[in-house]
């Protein structure tokens, strides 16, 4: 695989590595979406606060902050769903 000169990256950012890669805006998912995955999943904040070994109040205050890191985000949707509690 060959890699594309600076210039040619500059004038086309989409383009990595002679792949297309589609280059998205990046939306915070609000706190009321963030709650919706989550219940969504069957998940609750004691389950959270479990699987990610921090405290029921920390996961509580994760999903009320609108400035959350985005990778909070992508790890809610990619929680398993719960079957049976």
């Given at each position: 695989?060959?890699?594309?000169?600076?210039?040619h990256m500059m004038q086309y950012p989409s383009y990595i590595m002679d792949y297309y890669v589609e280059?998205?805006?990046i939306v915070p998912m609000s706190p009321e979406a963030f709650r919706a995955e989550?219940?969504?999943r069957?998940?609750?904040?004691?389950?959270?606060?479990?699987?990610?070994?921090m405290t029921k109040r920390r996961v509580q205050q994760l999903v009320a902050d609108v400035d959350r890191g985005r990778y909070y985000d992508d790890a809610v949707k990619a929680?398993?769903?719960v079957v049976s509690k």
């Open positions: 695989m060959r890699m594309l000169p600076a210039a280059i998205k805006e989550l219940e969504s069957g998940w609750t904040a004691d389950m959270l606060a479990k699987r990610w070994g929680l398993p769903v």
